[in-house]
């Protein structure tokens, strides 16, 4: 009546892809990814820290900078993360740039609270402060991201 399973279980650790190749599940810890996650969210920050610098730096950006140049480099293993910005153009208001910073610095507070690293957390969280004291110097408020 019925043909038999001619595929392996999925219970035996192993999955034959459609292409044939076989891999083993999870390729990566929930560690691991929440790591990944966390210093993306903090490299785009340091990006956007980056361009904020640029026409007008100070030594609040400039130290937020290289604290999470550091904290990228040490999610990442060590590598140093890759810093450039592009000079003049169509840049954002800088209003724009400091509600995305502060989004960026939310969801980076987010996934360091989830694992547990204080460091970032806090770095998340002072540049969180940071920028909405920024808008609200501007006369805006801080939008959820």
């Known amino acids: 009546m019925y043909e ?36 993306g969210h903090l490299a785009a920050l340091l990006a956007v820290t980056d361009e904020l610098r640029e026409p007008a730096p100070s030594a609040d950006l400039d130290n ?19 810093r450039s910005v592009t000079p003049g153009g169509d840049r954002p208001h800088r209003t ?22 204080t460091t970032a957390a806090i770095l998340a969280a002072q540049r969180m402060d940071a920028h909405a004291a920024a808008l609200a110097e501007a006369g ?6």
Request: charged content about 25%; aromatic content about 2%.
């Open 96 to 117: 724009a740039l400091h509600e995305r910073a502060h989004s960026l610095a939310g969801r980076a507070l987010v996934v360091a609270a989830s694992r547990a690293d």
């Open 4 to 39: 038999p399973i001619r595929t392996p279980s999925s219970r035996k650790g192993s999955v034959h892809t459609r292409a044939g190749i076989t891999s083993d599940f999870p390729h990566r810890t929930r560690e691991e990814e929440l790591d990944i996650q966390l210093a």
């Open 64 to 82: 937020a900078a290289v604290r999470l140049a550091q904290q990228v480099s040490r999610l990442r293993g060590g590598r140093t993360p890759v």
């Open 140 to 145: 805006l408020t801080a939008t959820a991201g």
